[in-house]
């Protein structure tokens, strides 16, 4: 695997970091910014909102850029982002910086992906994706905690004052330890990055990943009421249970990285009903700490891990490119806004277990959206061989969306024109 790889996922545990840090310095914040806590929640919603919406426009201001040099924009951006948050006079400052923040960390989000897969070698790029994406889990499990622990005993500034630093040296590793490559093929112009999304199978596959991600968090969003109001655990074992969810995700990522290259449509249908099933046992179960736990760890093992999968899928059915990525995770930080609000929602009228039933029903949907890549791949004469991969492919000459990707839905590397990118580094070579 490329050591720029494992940058890129350096530059992405920054970002999801900054991402998280305002969710444990709630009441800090508050004091500090002289709002309410619910105030400070807002600026979650803004992070999001901004992600969603505003990342891919900034993609599409950087469309012209080499990848590379296009991180090398973004960086500035979110530390300058960072830095102003921890300046901030008041709350209308911080809600900008946020803002900032967020539209630069998805357009980022987008860019890494697809240089990610750039410098890889097509049967590698669900493992590359994998190790990309390690750095949001590594976030999750790592970046959080130490934030908060930062801004605890020194004070919440002193938690964005960290993530600068750590953003100063990921732009470092970045621009030493990630070559210099040319745009993909095809890319550059506004136009022909839309070709991709034309294609109805391609809104179809994002909304997949909506569903996957929604369903995750209309539970981890409420994990904290629902272990203590309902399984009993004592509020200071809520940490340590989060800490063993984050590390299930971890294990989870590496294993479905290593499967998404020639088996993501067994991937996601396997996970995406796993899911269901340990959200169902958890709702039934919740009182019952031995069982609420293991079906915890489970929905770690198999919620948002399915990401090397779906964007594999996503990159197949589309295009590896920088738009397409970044559209795709707003379409996954859309997942995290519709599972929280929904799961918010059902536990103000429902109790602690409402967001777990919500979330299996969104598990469920998402399900549903698999469907017609499962008739396409059983209609199809002979649609894949012994090792998963289609027999009768074909690549792709226009520059657009792939036309060679099997009709099971993507178990088997693409020959779409990404694959043509030049050659990747390997471990040793000097970039």
């Known amino acids: ?19 998280f840090v ?10 500090g910014l002289d709002v309410t806590v619910p105030q400070i929640g807002y600026l979650i919603t803004v992070f999001a909102l901004s992600m969603a919406f505003g990342g891919p426009l900034l993609s599409v201001a950087l469309l012209r850029l080499p990848p590379k040099t296009a991180l090398m924009v973004l960086f500035p951006l979110f530390l300058a982002g960072n830095v102003l ?19 630069a960390s998805q357009a980022f989000f987008g860019v890494a992906i697809s240089l990610g897969s750039q410098l890889t070698r097509p049967e590698q790029r669900g493992r590359a994706m994998a190790v990309v994406l390690n750095g949001l889990m590594l976030g999750t499990l790592l970046g ?11 004070g919440w500034r002193a938690a964005f004052w960290a993530i600068s ?10 621009a030493v330890g990630v070559r210099r490559t040319g745009r993909p093929e095809g890319s550059g112009t506004f136009r022909s990055e839309l070709t991709a999304f034309r294609a109805p199978r391609l809104w179809l596959t994002l909304l997949t990943s909506t ?5 995750t968090f209309s539970a981890f969003s409420y994990l904290n009421p629902i272990l203590t109001d309902v399984t009993g655990f004592s509020p200071g074992a809520v940490p340590l249970l989060l800490l063993a969810y984050g590390a299930a995700t971890v294990v989870g990522n590496t294993v479905v990285g290593r499967l998404a290259d020639r088996h993501t449509l067994p991937v996601l249908v396997g996970g995406l009903s796993l899911n269901a099933v340990f959200l169902t046992g958890f709702a039934l179960l919740a009182g019952v700490q031995v069982w609420a736990v293991l079906c915890m760890l489970g929905v770690g093992l198999v919620g948002v891990t399915m990401n090397p999968a779906l964007v594999t899928r996503v990159q197949r059915t589309g295009n590896a490119r920088p738009l397409v990525n970044t ?16 799961g918010g929602l059902g536990l103000d009228r429902f109790g602690p277990r409402a967001p777990l039933w919500l979330g299996a029903a969104l598990a469920v949907t998402g399900l549903l959206t698999l469907v017609p890549d499962l008739l396409r791949r059983g209609k199809a004469p002979g649609a894949a061989g012994p090792d998963g991969r289609s027999l009768h492919s074909g690549p792709s000459t226009d520059g657009g969306p792939s036309t060679g990707e099997d009709p ?9 024109s990404e694959q043509r990118a030049p050659a990747p580094l390997h471990a040793g070579q000097t970039p």
């Open 1 to 19: 695997m490329p050591r720029a790889v494992h940058v890129l996922a350096f530059g992405i545990f920054a970002m999801v970091t900054s991402e």
């Open 22 to 31: 305002v969710a444990g310095l709630m009441p800090q914040m508050a004091e």
């Open 85 to 103: 948050a921890a300046t901030a006079s008041g709350y209308p400052v911080m809600v900008v910086a946020r803002v900032v923040t967020g539209v």
């Open 144 to 154: 959080l905690p130490l934030a908060t622990l930062t801004g605890e005993r020194y």
């Open 165 to 174: 630093a750590l953003t100063a040296a990921a732009a470092l590793c970045t």
């Open 211 to 215: 569903m996957v991600i929604g369903a």
């Open 327 to 342: 559209v795709h995770s707003s379409f996954i930080t859309l997942g995290v806004v519709l599972g929280s609000a929904l």
């Open 408 to 416: 099971a839905g993507g178990d088997g590397p693409s020959a779409n």
